[in-house]
């Protein structure tokens, strides 16, 4: 069992950055994809971005070109580095962790491991 734990949220101005990780207790590298989802009140949990151990990448229409995300396996840690903040980025960020293969060709986490999430909020 793998546990995932998220920090770097809070409250952030538009146009602003941070850094979101995630440590994962545990070896993560037999986790084929990790990466990040979110969820807003009233809205459905969407995944915003996954990495492979390999190190491809996938992303939500909404955040590419904004957002970036990284995976250091040999620490355990997936980031998500977002940038060009906007208040409809204001969501719970949930870490994810996944073996299936097929993550990234279906833009969702198939049946992760998900940490308890960190706020983040956009707001002027």
């Known amino acids: 069992q793998v546990q995932l734990v998220e920090s770097g949220g809070v409250l952030f101005q538009p146009g602003g950055s941070l850094i979101l990780s995630c440590a994962g207790s545990g070896s993560t590298s037999s986790f084929n994809s990790m990466g990040w989802s979110r969820q807003a009140p009233g809205r459905q949990r969407e995944l915003v971005a996954a990495i492979t151990s390999g190190g491809s990448t996938n992303y939500a229409d909404s955040v590419k070109g904004r957002f970036t995300i990284s995976r250091d396996n040999a620490k355990n840690t997936v980031y998500l580095q977002m940038n060009s903040l906007k208040p409809e980025d204001t969501a719970t960020y949930l870490c994810?962790?996944?073996?299936?293969?097929?993550?990234?060709?279906?833009?969702?986490?198939?049946?992760?491991?998900w940490g308890r999430g960190t706020q983040v909020t956009v707001s002027a």
């Open positions: 994810a962790a996944d073996t299936h293969v097929s993550v990234l060709a279906r833009s969702r986490f198939v049946d992760p491991s």
